[in-house]
C-alpha cells in the first residue's frame, strides 16, 4: 500500500511539479517589530496548488530572488510615493513606505524584462503600471465622484481590519483576463481610493468599474502578465476570482 501510495505521489509531482509563488510584503512596521502580509494571498495560492514564498522590501539581490520564482504576485497595502510618478502628495495618501516602494519599483522593472508570470493586485498593479511609465489617479472621489465606493466610506486604511466594499466590472470579452476569469460582468471585493489612470506603454486597460475608473490592465504580447485593481484573494474560493490564481499557477508551470 506505501509503495503505491509512494508512486501515485511521484507521479503527482511529475505531472505537477511544484511552482514557487513570491508574494510581496507589506512594510517594515515599527512598533510590531513585524512584516505582515493578509494571509488571503497565501491561503488563494495554495488552493491553486502554487506553494507561497513571502517576499519582505528590502532585498538587494532581485536577479537572484527571480532566479529561485516561478511567478510573482505584487500585493495590496499603502500608497505608492507620488513623486514616483511625477505628482505631489494628495491629503488622503497613507502608508507611504520608501523602502517598500523602491524595493517592488525595483522588482517590478526587472521582472518586467523577463517572461515570469505576473499578478498586480490593488496597490500591486498601481506598482507595475508606475514601473511602466504609468501615472495614477491619487484620490478617486476628486475625478469620479462617489457614485461607486471602491473604498468603504467608514473604512480606515491604517486598521488592521478595513471593510470591504463590493462593486460591478465590466471587462473587454475579447481580452486574456475575461478568457481568464470565463465571464466579461462580475462583481469584486474593493478596498482602495487610487487606481491607474492612463495605461503605460506595452499595456492596456481592459476593465472598467461603472463610474469609469480603470479595473485592470494586461501586458501586450505572449507575457502573462496582469493585474487587476480589485482584491481577488479575498474571494478567491469562489470563482472566477479564484480563476485569476489558477491561472497563474498554470502559466508559472509551464516551460
Given amino acids: 500500500m506505501s509503495h503505491q501510495n509512494g508512486t501515485s505521489a511521484t507521479a503527482d509531482r511529475q505531472a505537477h511539479p511544484p511552482v514557487f509563488i513570491g508574494i510581496t510584503m507589506q512594510h517594515r ?10 494571509f488571503a494571498y497565501v491561503d488563494a495560492v495554495r488552493a491553486a496548488g ?22 510573482l504576485i505584487f500585493s495590496g497595502g499603502g500608497d505608492l ?37 505576473v499578478l498586480g493586485i490593488c496597490r500591486g498593479a498601481q ?18 465622484g462617489t457614485q461607486v465606493a471602491h473604498l468603504d466610506p467608514d473604512a480606515n486604511p491604517l486598521s488592521l481590519h478595513i471593510p470591504i466594499s463590493h462593486h460591478h466590472v465590466s471587462v473587454q470579452p475579447t481580452s486574456r483576463l475575461a478568457q481568464v476569469l470565463g465571464v466579461a460582468e462580475l462583481d469584486v ?58 491561472a497563474l499557477v498554470a502559466a508559472a508551470r509551464r516551460p
Avoid at 29 to 38: K, Q, W, Y
Avoid at 66 to 71: E, F, T
Avoid at 127 to 144: E, F, K, N, T, W
Avoid at 227 to 242: G, I, K, M, N, T
Fill in 127 to 144: 506598482v507595475l503600471a508606475v514601473a511602466s511609465g504609468g501615472d495614477l489617479v491619487r484620490h478617486i472621489p476628486d475625478r469620479y
Fill in 50 to 71: 502554487g506553494i507561497p514564498v513571502l517576499l519582505p522590501p528590502g532585498e538587494p539581490q532581485i536577479g537572484a530572488l527571480l532566479n529561485r520564482l516561478d511567478a
Fill in 189 to 246: 471585493p474593493s478596498m482602495h481610493h487610487q487606481a491607474i489612470d492612463h495605461a503605460p506603454p506595452g499595456w492596456r486597460v481592459v476593465a472598467h468599474a461603472p463610474d469609469g475608473v480603470a479595473e485592470a490592465i494586461e501586458r501586450e504580447g505572449a507575457v502573462w502578465h496582469m493585474a487587476v485593481q480589485w482584491h481577488p484573494e479575498v474571494a478567491a474560493r469562489h470563482s472566477p476570482h479564484h480563476a485569476l490564481f489558477q
Fill in 81 to 117: 510615493d507620488a513623486s514616483y510618478y511625477e505628482q505631489r502628495r494628495h491629503p488622503t495618501m497613507y502608508l507611504i513606505d520608501p523602502e517598500r516602494d523602491q524595493f517592488e519599483l525595483a522588482l517590478a522593472r526587472q521582472v518586467l524584462t523577463t517572461a515570469l508570470p
Fill in 29 to 38: 512596521d515599527v512598533a510590531t517589530r513585524r512584516f505582515a502580509l493578509r
